[in-house]
């Protein structure tokens, strides 16, 4: 495999969701050997993801998978997530994060365009990814409180601080980017 190969970044779709298994297994095993909090992802979920077309997904010109992120809607879309966001090893440092990210930004945007979008994290590189894009530090109580949201940090090693905390704080950085007010059209009267 050659990791100098151009990457394509995409909207994942139904055929991507061989990929499931695989970028499961590789959050977990990341996680672990960074010694950090992520929670556990369901194959079932991710291939949801792909199936909806709420996933990016990452690969070489001859098919190698690269990585992956999905975006999750909550409080009736007032809210969306970036998730999962994941490169396979051989293509890390190759900004392939960067160009994710970014593309599952846009794909949040072009979804929900008046949604406030989070990230959480305990990452210095995702951080980092977030503020490029206008994302800004907050405390949770500026994120969806969504109890099936912090359902999903329950197999992260962490669920017991934020437990502790009354789901108010943890070992991860909540980061929000507000989207832009709408502008108010020039009303004009109709009355002379």
């Known amino acids: 495999m050659e990791t100098d190969e151009e990457i394509i970044v995409r909207v994942a779709t139904p055929e991507d969701v061989d990929f499931a298994l695989p970028i499961v297994a590789e959050m977990e ?27 990016v997904i990452a690969f070489t010109k001859s098919g190698f998978w690269a990585g ?10 007032r809210f969306v ?3 999962g966001l994941i490169v396979a090893p051989a293509f890390r ?19 929900y365009p008046s949604a406030k979008i989070f990230s959480i994290t305990t990452g210095l590189p995702v ?19 969504d109890t099936h949201f912090w359902e999903g940090c329950k197999s992260c090693i962490n669920y017991p601080v934020l437990v502790g905390h009354q789901f108010a704080n943890c070992l991860c950085t909540a980061m929000l980017f507000y989207p832009p007010e709408p502008k108010n059209p020039v009303l004009l009267s109709t009355a002379d």
């Open 29 to 55: 095993s990341s996680a672990k050997a960074r010694g950090t909090g992520i929670a556990k992802r369901n194959p079932l979920d991710i291939k949801k993801k792909m199936l909806q077309g709420d996933a």
């Open 81 to 83: 997530s970036n998730s």
């Open 93 to 111: 440092g190759l900004k392939v994060a960067a160009a994710i990210k970014k593309k599952i930004f846009e794909l949040s945007r072009f979804l």
């Open 68 to 77: 992956f992120s999905y975006i999750q809607a909550w409080q009736n879309n």
């Open 127 to 145: 951080m980092k990814l977030n503020s490029r894009l206008g994302f800004l530090p907050v405390t949770y109580s500026e994120i969806t409180t």
